[in-house]
């Protein structure tokens, strides 16, 4: 078996730990990184960047569909399969512009399974046999994966989030299990290319991680759309013929979809390279790390979707570049008081910060301005007058 030995080992090269990676290698950190898949991760190949690919394209089609109220005859369609190729053709310049940063910095980077012998021994499997690694210091970044509906798994009609955005055609319809950001984003750039899209959320509105006043707009313009949402409503099965079985506050029903879109949330993947055989210390089902990043053995460090909410590649990239700067041995802490989030619905959602609500349970006196786009003359002339900005102070 070939060894290597190294002062950083990052297991996954997603946001996280790529970022990481690059950053200790700047500073001059012996590393190596491994990932069975492509670099980028989650984020760059099957999530961020082509949803807003597809969502770019459908709002494209929309526009020009809307054209004539501002006196322009025009008229498109879409040929998904292109549109899926020329994301792919995105996807591939970023992978290899990450693939070409790393070895910049000369960063080595080990394509293939991982699986942890212990906190500073790992074994790959690669295309070229296996590899034993020896580190001074570890870093885990294995990101989060799709969570699965027991009685809808993946397969067949029932698909992921990933699959969505690798359909080669329009689906005629489209019934989306779970109203958060997943499931709107892709939902509404189905429905702007044509797609019948009904929605079911099990809490009383969509988007329940932001409060009513922000996700109004969206809903308003989901029923523009011709969305259906169901809320209060739990997915079952599928029936014999293929229906999906829903249960609503005065009954059930059946909704006939072409596809069934299964956005429920997402889980870290804790249970990944060997992660439990470490007996690190949890909080639910993620690692527990401190300001640091440390986890509860000596000389491991955790980032990412691992860590907690909120699951964002931003966050990620953050932690990633602190942790290396720790293991070079400058002063770092963590300090969250204010990530941005983005949801890509439209209109979309920008937050950063606290809200009204979430500052006065702190118990600070708030004062809130609003100003309506409505009112303003360049969303006016751009042909979309919805949504606001709201400051907390």
């Known amino acids: 078996m070939r060894e290597l030995s190294c002062k950083l080992l990052v297991i996954g090269a997603g946001p996280g730990g790529y970022v990481c990676a690059i950053r200790a290698g700047q500073l001059g950190v012996d590393t190596i990184v491994v990932d069975p898949a492509p670099p980028g991760g989650t984020c760059l190949n099957v999530g961020c960047i082509p949803s807003k690919a597809l969502i770019h394209a459908a709002e494209e089609v929309h526009r020009v569909a809307g054209l004539s109220a501002i006196g322009i005859a025009a008229s498109a369609r879409i040929d998904l399969a292109a549109t899926v190729a020329w994301k792919d053709g995105i996807v591939a310049r970023l992978t290899g512009g990450v693939s070409a940063l790393l070895r910049k910095a000369k960063v080595r980077l080990i394509a293939g399974a991982a699986m942890l012998r212990d906190g500073k021994t790992a074994v790959v499997e690669t295309p070229e046999g296996p590899v034993l690694i020896r580190c001074e210091a570890l870093v885990l970044a294995t990101g989060s994966a799709p969570v699965e509906l027991p009685p809808l798994p993946f397969g067949g009609k029932v698909i992921s989030s990933t699959d969505a955005l690798a359909l080669t055609e329009v689906?005629?319809?489209?019934?989306?299990?779970?109203?958060?950001?997943?499931?709107?984003?892709?939902?509404?750039?189905?429905?702007?290319?044509?797609?019948?899209?009904?929605?079911?959320?099990?809490?009383?509105?969509?988007?329940?991680?932001?409060?009513?006043?922000?996700?109004?707009?969206?809903?308003?313009?989901?029923?523009?759309?011709?969305?259906?949402?169901?809320?209060?409503?739990?997915?079952?099965?599928?029936?014999?013929?293929?229906?999906?079985?829903?249960?609503?506050?005065?009954?059930?029903?059946?909704?006939?979809?072409?596809?069934?879109?299964?956005?429920?949330?997402?889980?870290?993947?804790?249970?990944?390279?060997?992660?439990?055989?470490?007996?690190?210390?949890?909080?639910?089902?993620?690692?527990?790390?401190?300001?640091?990043?440390?986890?509860?053995?000596?000389?491991?460090?955790?980032?990412?979707?691992?860590?907690?909410?909120?699951?964002?590649?931003?966050?990620?990239?953050?932690?990633?570049?602190?942790?290396?700067?720790?293991?070079?041995?400058?002063?770092?802490?963590?300090?969250?008081?204010?990530?941005?989030?983005?949801?890509?619905?439209?209109?979309?959602?920008?937050?950063?910060?606290?809200?009204?609500?979430?500052?006065?349970?702190?118990?600070?006196?708030?004062?809130?301005?609003?100003?309506?786009?409505?009112?303003?003359?360049?969303?006016?002339?751009?042909?979309?007058?919805?949504?606001?900005?709201?400051?907390?102070?």
């Open 171 to 393: 689906p005629r319809s489209l019934a989306v299990v779970g109203g958060g950001y997943i499931g709107l984003e892709l939902g509404t750039a189905f429905a702007k290319l044509g797609t019948a899209v009904t929605v079911i959320e099990a809490a009383p509105r969509i988007l329940p991680q932001y409060d009513g006043e922000l996700t109004r707009p969206v809903a308003q313009r989901l029923a523009a759309l011709g969305v259906r949402v169901l809320t209060g409503a739990r997915a079952g099965g599928l029936s014999p013929e293929g229906a999906l079985r829903v249960a609503v506050t005065d009954g059930a029903e059946e909704i006939a979809a072409e596809k069934v879109l299964v956005t429920i949330g997402r889980r870290p993947r804790s249970d990944a390279a060997g992660i439990p055989g470490l007996g690190l210390e949890m909080s639910g089902p993620f690692l527990r790390v401190d300001d640091r990043c440390h986890t509860s053995m000596r000389g491991v460090h955790a980032i990412g979707d691992l860590t907690g909410e909120p699951m964002l590649a931003h966050r990620a990239m953050a932690q990633g570049e602190m942790v290396a700067e720790i293991v070079a041995g400058l002063p770092r802490r963590w300090d969250r008081r204010a990530i941005p989030a983005v949801c890509f619905t439209d209109p979309e959602i920008v937050v950063t910060g606290l809200s009204p609500d979430e500052a006065r349970a702190a118990g600070h006196e708030v004062l809130t301005g609003l100003f309506p786009f409505a009112a303003n003359g360049r969303a006016m002339t751009a042909g979309d007058e919805t949504g606001f900005i709201r400051v907390t102070a």
